[in-house]
């Protein structure tokens, strides 16, 4: 097999992903050269001219094979960015997304309005545990404790990785439960981004995330909300007065939660926060 130049076999690799209608072919055929040479793409894009090693054309012929299969590119080179943090992440986790910083953004805020307070946070249903290791990294105060729970043990396992891998795994305590069943006491903020997509939107999906994501990580029932209702309906016993639960919700369920967050909680404050598009993204509860 002759040797292509580093340019040559990214435009290759990008024909063949644009032509398997994956949405930044040249980007995903650049993160997967560099990752498959175990360097930079800022490296990468300064050595177009050099060759592609004979002992590495096949097996980046095996990543563009596998993307072009509409494999989640986070999947294949084992990690995504959130909040500025490289998390690992595999197929027993959902994969981060840019709107679920919004929650991270609504802890930290909720921490510096409220001071010195002693606060103890929960980020439930926490995958790869992405949003509470990014809150531990950005709270240095010894008053917040941070707490994160998964029904599913090699979540958890994962997720202790990615705290270890970030200096916070003495701050984030790990439980195993069901939402907020095992909680061991009454927390100030809940924090989650549970699955909220209704069954009936599952073959509208992008493949990436129809055929490779976990299931239980997506869908939540005919209207979506089902997780979310069983998380609002254990709530209450298990928020202190003065705290509050930020939810991520769908771009179309800010009425429906809304309705559903104000049965629960009949005397808080109950609003819906758009992400950066506008869309209903945060059901944000705040008790009294």
Do not use: K
Request: glycine letters at 8%; a negative charge.
């Amino acid at each position: 097999m002759s040797a292509l130049s580093l340019a040559d076999s990214l435009n290759r690799a990008g024909a063949t992903l644009q032509a398997a209608g994956v949405d930044s072919p040249r980007l995903d055929a650049e993160l997967l050269l560099a990752h498959c040479l175990g360097v930079q793409r800022s490296y990468l894009l300064a050595h177009l001219e050099e060759r592609l090693a004979a002992a590495r054309q096949n097996p980046f012929a095996t990543l563009v094979a596998r993307r072009a299969a509409r494999e989640p590119l986070a999947y294949i080179i084992g990690e995504r960015w959130f909040y500025g943090l490289a998390l690992a992440v595999t197929p027993a986790v959902l994969i981060p997304r840019p709107e679920t910083e919004l929650l991270v953004e609504a802890a930290l805020n909720w921490v510096r309005t409220h001071g010195d307070r002693v606060c103890r946070l929960v980020d439930v249903g926490t995958g790869c545990g992405a949003i509470a290791i990014a809150v531990a990294v950005h709270t240095n105060s010894g008053a917040i404790t941070i707490l994160a729970t998964d029904i599913a043990a090699e979540a958890l396992t994962l997720a202790r990785r990615n705290a270890e891998r970030h200096g916070v795994a003495g701050r984030v305590a790990f439980l195993q439960s069901d939402l907020l069943a095992a909680m061991p006491q009454p927390v100030d903020v809940v924090l989650t981004n549970l699955p909220y997509v209704a069954e009936f939107d599952r073959s509208g999906l992008m493949p990436e995330v129809r055929d490779y994501e976990p299931a239980t990580a997506l869908f939540a029932g005919p209207d979506g909300l089902a997780q979310i209702g069983r998380l609002l309906a254990q709530a209450p016993d298990c928020v202190r007065p003065g705290g509050a639960l930020y939810l991520e919700i769908g771009w179309n369920q800010g009425a429906a939660a809304a309705n559903l967050a104000r049965r629960h909680f009949p005397t808080a404050d109950v609003a819906i926060l758009p992400d950066l598009a506008g869309l209903d993204r945060l059901l944000c509860i705040q008790t009294h």
